[in-house]
């Protein structure tokens, strides 16, 4: 049994005991009280009931309260309906929301798992580049020593080949010394050959003048015989002297010879000297471009032991980052695993919320039952007061000041008249005077835009909740008989208690 059964069952009951009450005094009431039954029943709640006073009173009474109960339980079920197709629909969104961000957080442990153990290989990479610093450095000192002591071994080398290239311009000037000397012997040589060739033509001369002599001391017998003795010491002197004279020019020509040879192997030596010179000097010049480029070397290794020391601190921080990072992505990664969990809670929860708004609709599907007969019964109310004002249309001159008479009768909250395009014109709520039924007809207000193409329309709306002030209207409508427009009635749900005026 539904709500609306229910109501009509305490009416039904009411009216029983009304006829009961009353029957003793006069039996014809009873048709009148059923009468007045089944208008409450088709939702004529404004009936006045032919009956005593006192009849009358609690009769009125009793439609009032209840109209007072159909309203607050009307409005209930319209809340409820209304908040739990938006609870739906946040339901609905908060879980398309929450299996998204599910994903993403999923997408983020990934991403997170796979940065972890990308940063775990940096920080093994990053030691081993420490490592690899660390022994690049301990190389780049070792080098560097040892280009110190290459420096201090060309520094020596440069001063030995210096002190050589002095020996060698001494033995150089000595060889020129020695050469002028030879030069000079080879003139004294010279000069003796010469005295030996005087020496061997005067000893020529002398023997040929002995011999003569020997001659004329022969020929002067006895007188000449001492003559003779010193001719013949003379001629043998002579001859010695000749001998003497030929070994002075041998030894002279042997000297000669040995001093040419000596001179050759002087200017020999003196141009090997000379090369030695050069020689020096290339070593000397090498030495010195040596010595600036193991300058430039250790320089150069300087900065790169420096560059090497700053390039390990610069690892060891990367290094302490990465395990800083590794350590904050391992929470991150327990974080968003909770997170999670937290998230699939929280997806289960919704999903209960889904299933309770399910329920709920079930309720309200149920509940529906008896507001669509209610409704029904009210829209048929509003569509017959509407027909009322369409055929007086014709009969009267309609006028803002009629139209509120006339939704104080039947207490109705609004009726609007409008003309050919949609505009009101007549309305008991002056508000409402000039405004123009949207063209939009999916819209609560443009669908009666409807009737304006097809007059033989009658639109009855639902309860719904009006956007401008979030108060439930219902709206029914129909077109003019006089000319092209529209004639609209409105009821809010608050003044259903005026409908038995």
Request: net charge negative.
């Amino acid at each position: 049994m539904n709500l609306y059964n229910i109501i009509i069952v305490v009416e039904a009951l009411v009216i029983i005991l009304l006829i009961f009450y009353n029957f003793r005094l006069r039996n014809s009431n009873g048709e009148e009280y059923v009468k007045s039954l089944k208008e409450i029943i088709n939702g004529n709640y404004s009936y006045k009931i032919k009956a005593r006073s006192n009849v009358q009173s609690t009769y009125h009474n009793l439609t009032s309260m209840l109209l007072d109960w159909i309203k607050h339980i009307l409005r209930a079920l319209l809340y409820i309906e209304n908040n739990i197709k938006r609870i739906s629909t946040s339901c609905s969104k908060s879980g398309e929301k929450m299996d998204s961000i599910k994903r993403k957080i999923v997408e983020l442990n990934d991403k997170a798992k796979s940065v972890h153990e990308k940063l775990l290989e940096a920080a093994g990479a990053s030691q081993q580049i420490s490592a690899s610093e660390s022994d690049m450095a301990s190389t780049s000192e070792a080098t560097l020593e040892n280009m110190k002591k290459m420096e201090i071994s060309v520094q020596q080398g440069k001063v030995n080949t210096e002190e050589a290239l002095t020996i060698l311009e001494q033995m150089s000037s000595t060889m020129m010394n020695i050469i002028s000397e030879v030069e000079e012997l080879v003139k004294v040589t010279d000069k003796a050959q010469e005295l030996a060739h005087f020496v061997e033509d005067l000893s020529k001369n002398i023997n040929l003048l002995s011999l003569n002599a020997s001659i004329e001391a022969a020929r002067a017998g006895e007188n000449g015989r001492g003559f003779a003795v010193v001719a013949n010491e003379v001629r043998r002197l002579a001859e010695e002297s000749s001998n003497s004279a030929k070994n002075i020019n041998e030894q002279m020509n042997e000297i000669k010879n040995k001093a040419s040879i000596a001179m050759k192997s002087i200017e020999i030596l003196s141009e090997m000297s000379s090369k030695s010179n050069d020689s020096a000097k290339y070593i000397k010049d090498y030495m010195n471009e040596m010595d600036e480029f193991i300058n430039n070397i250790m320089s150069i290794f300087k900065d790169f032991n420096e560059k090497i020391n700053e390039q390990a601190a610069a690892t060891q921080q990367i290094a302490s980052a990465n395990e800083s990072l590794s350590e904050f992505f391992g929470d991150l990664i327990k974080f968003v695993s909770s997170l999670e969990q937290d998230i699939n809670e929280q997806s289960a929860l919704e999903n209960d919320n889904m299933n309770i708004c399910d329920d709920l609709k079930v309720v309200s599907n149920e509940s529906r039952v008896f507001m669509d007969k209610f409704e029904e019964i009210l829209g048929n109310r509003l569509i017959e007061y509407c027909r009322q004002l369409a055929n007086e249309i014709n009969e009267s001159i309609i006028s803002n000041e009629y139209l509120k008479d006339f939704a104080n009768k039947t207490g109705v909250t609004s009726f609007s008249i409008t003309d050919d395009d949609g505009t009101v014109i007549y309305c008991n709520q002056t508000d409402n005077i000039g405004f123009r039924f949207p063209d939009d007809v999916n819209t609560q207000a443009g669908e009666f835009r409807k009737i304006l193409k097809d007059p033989s329309l009658e639109i009855i709306q639902k309860f719904t909740m009006r956007n401008i002030d979030g108060k439930f209207y219902k709206y029914v409508g129909l077109a003019r008989k006089d000319k092209k427009g529209i004639i609209q009635a409105g009821l809010s749900l608050d003044d259903i208690t005026k409908l038995n005026r």
